[in-house]
């Protein structure tokens, strides 16, 4: 079963606002992954974490790797039109031969 | 650069009839393969994943098999559909390199609709 508890599930947000979203475990995790699925569409990956720490950005998303190894959180800054969609976060759980991914979090922006 | 192609994007398909789903990947050698199946609305559910031609892992048992032909073709198949086998599949790679970090760093293909009626 999952074992990735992501949040919110749904995001209602203004365009311009900044979002936040985390993912969170109760086991310690090597790598974290960060993707946006549009509709209809394959997943996107947006960020790769890799250390325990480690601030990562891409253009308007910042993403972060807990120093406990068990969370993880990705921020939208101003966000547009565009950023509606489903963020999915990912990780490799230490010790484990695959990926685990959260349930997703649906961002919907009102202009 | 590596891309990775599925098709076909859409199918739909009477109950009981075979299905075969193929996903290639280009640009990249003994890359790790996997297959996802995603419900509407619902998170990716791992499906099959490989390591190596012929070499094919199981993650739930199902109505549905994957067989590794050659080392960038994945195939999705089925003998007889089910309805409950409709949903989005998903074809990833990921490179079989030895750091971590393109072992486990995965890239989704554009997915294929399936329609069980």
């Known amino acids: 079963g999952q074992q990735l508890n992501q949040s919110p599930q749904s995001m209602f947000i203004q365009e311009g606002e900044d979002v936040s979203m985390n993912c969170t475990s109760s086991s310690i995790f090597n790598t974290w992954l960060w993707y946006k699925q549009d509709p209809g569409e394959g997943p996107v990956l947006l960020i790769a974490l890799y250390k325990a720490g480690e601030l990562t950005s891409n253009g308007r998303l910042t993403a972060q790797f807990g120093i406990t190894r068990k969370d993880s959180f990705l921020n939208i800054s101003a966000s547009i039109p565009s950023d509606v969609g489903i963020y999915f976060c990912?990780?490799?759980?230490?010790?484990?031969?695959?990926?685990?991914f959260g349930q997703g979090t649906r961002l919907t922006i009102n202009p | 650069s590596q891309t990775i192609h599925q098709w076909p994007a859409t199918l739909v398909q009477p109950v009981g009839s075979p299905l075969s789903l193929e996903c290639t990947v280009e640009g990249t050698s003994n890359p790790n393969l996997y297959w996802y199946r995603q419900a509407a609305g619902r998170g990716l559910q791992l499906l099959f994943y490989?390591?190596?031609?012929?070499?094919i892992s199981s993650e739930v048992p199902q109505n549905l098999s994957a067989s590794r032909p050659q080392d960038r073709q994945f195939i999705l198949s089925s003998k007889k559909l089910l309805l409950s086998d409709s949903g989005f599949y998903l074809c990833?790679?990921?490179?079989?390199?030895?750091?971590?970090?393109?072992?486990?760093?995965?890239?989704f293909g554009p997915g294929t609709r399936l329609l069980v009626l």
């Open positions: 990833a790679w990921s490179g079989s390199g030895g750091t971590s970090e393109t072992f486990w760093t995965q890239y």
């Open positions: 990912a990780g490799q759980r230490q010790g484990a031969q695959k990926l685990v």
């Open positions: 490989s390591v190596g031609i012929g070499q």
